[in-house]
């Protein structure tokens, strides 16, 4: 008995076990078929699909809220402030204090495209870096992480954790403003900005939120 391989399927380029197109395509109607006219849009059909569309058509709705405030319950009014070179921080926040802090603060740049520009005509106020300030207040950590649970339900994350940064602390004084801008991303994963005032004795001082010009 003879044993060895079909000499003319190795040299003529032709697999006898391929399956033909038409088989694989089912006669051209997969996975681009040729029917209808070249201007046509496909429709794509089936209850997967019409559940997909109809999950996207109500993304607005589930979308949470683009912005929103009020007093954040959930924080101690002594959140134990120390910032470096100026020891305890009262709140609300003295004269005395005040200029002390101001004296080892940074004044608050902005970005403008790819350049970090000053200009108090922008952007007038103060500023810490987080490794200059200090929270004692182990009930303000355990409030932020209570705060972070209702604000990811309120932006739409519902069930979604999200971890709350401090950025940098900020003074404002008499005078002082940002005006109009589009926060930046931070670092990545960032998806909101959270500002936290605390008890301060002030007048004046408007917080203007807007989106889409509105």
Sequence with gaps: MAWGWDREDEYDGVDRNEPSEEYVFGGGKWPFGGEGQPG???????AACQKIS????RADDNAGEYSFGGQASTLPVAPGLHGD??????????EEHATKLIAKCDKSPFGRKLET????SVR??????PDQVDIKNPLWSTGI???????????GYNGVPLQCKLYKLLVYGEGGHFVKHQDTEKE????ATMVVQVPSAHEGGTWWSTVEAR
């Design 145 to 155: 992480d209570k705060l972070g649970e209702t604000i990811a339900g309120r932006l």
């Design 188 to 191: 990545d994963g960032m998806v």
């Design 117 to 120: 520009m000053m200009d108090e």
């Design 54 to 57: 109809e999950m996207l058509a």
């Design 85 to 94: 070179g100026v020891g305890l921080i009262p709140v609300p926040l003295t």
């Design 40 to 46: 046509d849009v496909p429709t794509p059909s089936g």
């Design 124 to 129: 007038k106020s103060w500023q810490l870096s």
